[in-house]
Every structure is written in structure tokens, then in C-alpha cells.
């Protein structure tokens, strides 16, 4: 069965190959762009002498995952290129056993969105107790 | 042996004495080969190739990777309620553009939808 699809197959992840950068490259820019305004709150807040960590803490978690989501979309691309470039009809096993592989690594990235996610919400939430911390000084 | 590589050794540099401006030229060239090898195995190692669009055949995927503005929000100054609502908009405003990118959904790589295995309509039982 795979050896008789296998090739399919690989066009179809040379199709995939072509989208993911796209995806990659605007998820970076627009990952980039929260990261700013959010540092440039806690300066602000900082600054103007009101502490909440919970806002510093979701910062710094969310570029250790934006790290980590760099890092690991690298193993992905090339791990992808690799079952892209098979012989796979000569190789069916190994075809397969790369192309799990590769199913694994884009699990963990889609795992690291998720949690930028998580963390932008935990962010979200503690916005409004810097608020209530700015109205109560007035 | 030993005789041999002196031999050679002695022709090369008689060459080279002989033919400066040529052996420059191949010198130059061997340099840019290496150079241009070692830069080549850095951009495929580190990834950067995956990520760069003005690669042949990535035209379109140009056009279609997201930019956008880059938001400001002033990291110095008076800290306002005024402030924290239009962080907030700014804020949700890059959320919502985050969220429309896709996040590497896993069900793009199914033995289905690659085509590994095609789907079998099977007849209920019961049904005949």
C-alpha cells in the first residue's frame, strides 16, 4: 500500500513544504509583534512603580516557547525535507517510520501554539489587575 | 613514494612561479568554492533556508506571508487608564491576527490526507 502511494504522498508534502514557511514566517511576525507590546507594557508599568509578575512571568514564558518554536520548526523542516527527498519506493519502512517522525515534530509545534495561546490569555487577564491597580491610585 | 611528492611538489611550484596571474586565478576560485560551500552548509543547518521565501517557486508564498504593522506602545511614561485601554486594543488586535494564522494543524499529515491510504466505502451492514 505505501510503496503504491507513497509518491502521492510525497507530492502532497511537497505541497505542504511550500505552505508551512508561510505560516511559519507570518506566525514569527505576528508572535514577534505581541512579544513588543508586551514588554513594552511591563516597562511602562514598571516604571510608574506597579508590580504585578504575573504579567512579567507570561512575557517571559511566551519567548521561551517563541524559542523553542523556532528551534523545533527547524527539526521539522528538515526532518519534512528529508521524507520529501526519499526514495520511498525502494525504502517503504523507512519512508514511514521518517514520516511518523515528522507527524511527531508537527505535534510539538502545533503544541507551542497552543501554549502562546494559553500564556497571551493569562496575559489578557492580568491587564485588568494593573487596572485596577492604576484606578485605585488615583 | 617521498621521491614522488618531491617530484611533484617541485613541478607544481615551477608551475606556479611560471604562471602567477593563472594559478591567482585558480587560487581565487578554489577560496570562493570553499567559502561558498561552508556558508551554503550553514544556511541548510541552521534552518534558514526553510525560512526563506525568495527561494524559486516561493513567489506567491511571499505575497502571502503576513507583515503587518508593527504596533508601538510607548515603554516610557505616565501609566493611565486611558493607556491600559488602548494597550488593550492593540493588544487584542495582534491576538486576532495571531489567530488567523494556522498553527500547524497535525491533521495535514494523516495517512489520509496524504494519500497513503484511500478511504473505502464500505457497504453498511444491513443495508442490502
Known amino acids: 500500500m505505501i510503496e503504491r502511494n507513497c509518491r502521492e504522498a510525497q507530492r502532497n508534502l511537497q505541497r505542504i513544504q511550500y505552505v508551512d514557511p508561510v505560516t511559519r514566517v507570518s506566525r514569527g511576525n505576528a508572535t514577534a509583534n505581541v512579544i513588543k507590546l508586551m514588554s513594552a507594557l511591563n516597562a511602562r508599568a514598571s516604571a510608574n512603580t506597579y508590580n504585578i509578575p504575573a504579567l512579567v512571568t507570561a512575557t517571559n514564558n511566551v519567548q521561551r516557547i517563541r524559542q523553542d518554536f523556532t528551534d523545533d520548526y527547524t527539526s521539522y523542516e528538515i526532518g519534512l525535507r528529508e521524507v520529501v527527498l526519499m526514495d520511498c519506493q525502494a525504502n517503504p519502512v523507512s519512508f514511514y517510520r521518517k514520516l511518523t517522525e515528522v507527524r511527531s515534530k508537527r505535534a510539538i509545534l502545533s503544541t507551542h501554539a497552543k501554549s502562546i495561546e494559553l500564556e497571551l490569555d493569562s496575559f489578557s487577564q492580568h491587564i485588568s489587575d494593573l487596572a485596577n491597580l492604576v484606578k485605585d491610585a488615583r | ?128
Open chain 2, 1 to 128: 613514494m617521498k621521491k614522488f611528492f618531491s617530484k611533484v611538489h617541485r613541478r607544481v611550484h615551477q608551475w606556479v612561479v611560471a604562471n602567477q596571474l593563472l594559478s591567482g586565478i585558480f587560487a581565487v576560485i578554489a577560496i570562493t568554492i570553499l567559502l561558498t560551500t561552508i556558508s551554503m552548509a550553514l544556511y541548510i543547518t541552521s534552518g534558514a533556508s526553510g525560512l526563506d521565501l525568495s527561494r524559486p517557486g516561493f513567489d506567491a508564498s511571499r505575497s502571502a506571508a503576513q507583515t503587518g504593522d508593527t504596533p508601538t506602545f510607548s515603554s516610557t511614561g505616565k501609566l493611565t487608564t486611558k493607556d491600559i485601554e488602548a494597550f488593550t486594543k492593540l493588544y487584542n488586535e495582534q491576538r486576532d491576527t495571531l489567530k488567523k494564522i494556522g498553527s500547524f494543524d497535525d491533521q495535514a499529515l494523516t495517512d489520509e490526507a496524504l494519500g497513503l491510504i484511500i478511504p473505502t466505502t464500505e457497504p453498511v451492514p444491513g443495508s442490502e
